[in-house]
């Protein structure tokens, strides 16, 4: 069978589905291109039920239609809060806070 689009990103799904937990971090830093939005929630559907998806985001899961049209982005969002146990965090960032303070930043020589 050649390598089609589809067949390739099939073999690379199957391979992360593979994983015992699959970890998206920081959905809609950047922009999401259609291709990828349509990515995620085939990913998102392939795991549904089968495997553990720990997704970090700034968003709010309310705010996903802002990454993908609305119906591609509730059918997401759905599966993905189906048995969620979500963990909200608040507060200022580690990183930035660490950084103000001069800690974990090296000094370019």
């Known amino acids: 069978m050649g390598s089609t689009p589809a067949h390739t990103s099939g073999t690379t799904q199957d391979r992360v589905l593979r994983a015992d937990v699959v970890v998206v971090d920081d959905i809609g830093l950047l922009p999401v291109a259609a291709d990828a939005a349509e990515g995620l929630y085939r990913l998102v559907d392939a795991a549904y039920e089968k495997r553990s998806i720990a997704i970090s985001s700034n968003l709010h899961p309310s705010g996903f239609d802002e990454l993908m049209p609305k119906t591609l982005a509730t059918a997401t969002v ?14 200022d960032s580690v990183r930035l806070t660490q950084a103000l303070a001069g800690q974990g930043v090296s000094p370019l020589t």
């Not at 599966?79 to 608040?90: N, V």
């Open 78 to 91: 759905d599966r993905l809060l189906h048995h969620a146990h979500i963990c909200q965090t608040s507060g």
